[in-house]
Nanobody
Framework: QVQLVESGGGSVQAGGSLRLSCAASGYSYSRYCMGWFRQAPGKEREGVAAMHTGGGSTYYADSVKGRFTISQDNANNTLYLQMNSLKPEDTAMYYC????????????????????WGQGTQVTVSS
């Protein structure tokens, strides 16, 4: 059974940093496209960043390029999202997602691309 468990959310002031973690289990971690999504109240879920756990390109939404970094620890089946220079508009519930197909430029940001989801972790950035 695939399980994704996010942690690391919290409340910070604008300009601050947080690191989100996603602990994965129940599947062959090294063969999945894994992504981070976020959803603010009243808004659609949007792709933030993604990478293939077997290596290769990383993908970022324009709104977070240069501020967020996606990375992984294959030894511990954990995906990370380092978030720097946080802004109030980054406030959202952040979700980890995984799928057995590879990441692609035209699909990594689509929530429908991913089969497995975590429960989310809240990030709140105050001005």
């Amino acid at each position: 059974q695939v399980q994704l468990v996010e942690s690391g959310g919290g409340s910070v002031q604008a300009g601050g940093s947080l690191r989100l973690s996603c602990a994965a289990s129940g599947y062959s971690y090294s063969r999945y496209c894994m992504g981070w999504f976020r959803q603010a109240p009243g808004k659609e879920r949007e792709g933030v960043a993604a990478m293939h756990t077997g290596g290769g390109s990383t993908y970022y939404a324009d709104s977070v390029k240069g501020r967020f970094t996606i990375s992984q620890d294959n030894a511990n089946n954990t995906l990370y999202l380092q978030m720097n220079s946080l802004k109030p508009e980054d406030t959202a519930m952040y979700y980890c997602a995984a799928d057995g197909f590879g990441c692609a430029v035209g699909s990594w940001y689509l929530s429908s691309w991913y089969k497995y989801w975590g429960q989310g972790t809240q990030v709140t950035v105050s001005s």
